[in-house]
Nanobody, 124 residues
Framework: QVQLVESGGGLVQAGDSLRLSCAAS????????VGWFRQAPGKERVFLVG????????AYADSVKGRFTISRDNAKNTVYLQINSLKPEDTAVYYC?????????????????WGQGTQVTVSS
């Protein structure tokens, strides 16, 4: 069992940067691939980026390449999402998720555990 807690969201202006954190409980966190998703009001939850257990494999959605960077620190049981040059269309609730076994990282069904989300609001 893994419990995930996201943090780092908030109200920012367009062009700002944020670093979101996904802190996990459990000593086996390094056994899980982790993904970040977001869900805007009235829209479906969409994949942003996923990272393998070791951090050696990363998959980004095309829409976020170049602005979003994922990293993980297994010693701290934490995965980070750095978001640069924020845009109003980045406004959403951001979720992290952990997968016991994963292939593409891109589908919701691959993930076994989810955090409660952190709100990011970008003003123009």
């Amino acid at each position: 069992q893994v419990q995930l807690v996201e943090s780092g969201g908030g109200l920012v202006q367009a062009g700002d940067s944020l670093r979101l954190s996904c802190a996990a409980s459990g000593r086996t966190f390094r056994s899980y691939a982790v993904g970040w998703f977001r869900q805007a009001p009235g829209k479906e939850r969409v994949f942003l980026v996923g990272i393998s257990r070791s951090g050696g494999r990363i998959a980004y959605a095309d829409s976020v390449k170049g602005r979003f960077t994922i990293s993980r620190d297994n010693a701290k049981n934490t995965v980070y999402l750095q978001i640069n040059s924020l845009k109003p269309e980045d406004t959403a609730v951001y979720y992290c998720a952990a997968a016991d076994g994963s292939s593409s990282y891109k589908t919701i069904a691959e993930y076994d555990y989810w955090g409660q989300g952190t709100q990011v609001t970008v003003s123009s």
